[in-house]
Nanobody, 115 residues
Framework: QVQLVESGGGLVQAGGSLKLSCAASGSIFGFNVMGWYRQAPGKQRELVATITSGGSTNYADSVKGRFTISRDNAKNTVLLQMNSLNSEDTAVYYC?????????WGQGTQVTVSS
């Protein structure tokens, strides 16, 4: 059974940067998609960025040019570099992996951007 552990959240000033990390334990051999989602207070959870095991990426329009998703397949880790943060990026960020038709979520990490 796959488990995900996120780290790297925190408080940052507007215009600053943060880097989130998500480590997967258990077997994720074969094709899979890892990604980051976020949920702000009173809003639905939304996609931020995804990356396949082959390296193909997809971004929400709101983060294109500011966020970069990457992964280290040898370490079963996915990273999210977030630059030029603004108050609208404040949310709980969740890591997710899709594999063999199953979604597994991490526990979430809080990102707060102060203006």
């Amino acid at each position: 059974q796959v488990q995900l552990v996120e780290s790297g959240g925190g408080l940052v000033q507007a215009g600053g940067s943060l880097k989130l990390s998500c480590a997967a334990s258990g077997s994720i051999f074969g094709f899979n998609v890892m990604g980051w989602y976020r949920q702000a207070p009173g809003k639905q959870r939304e996609l931020v960025a995804t990356i396949t095991s082959g390296g193909s990426t997809n971004y929400a329009d709101s983060v294109k040019g500011r966020f970069t998703i990457s992964r280290d397949n040898a370490k079963n880790t996915v990273l999210l570099q977030m630059n030029s943060l603004n108050s609208e990026d404040t949310a709980v960020y969740y890591c997710k992996i899709w594999r063999l038709g199953v979604n597994t979520w991490g526990q979430g990490t809080q990102v707060t951007v102060s203006s």
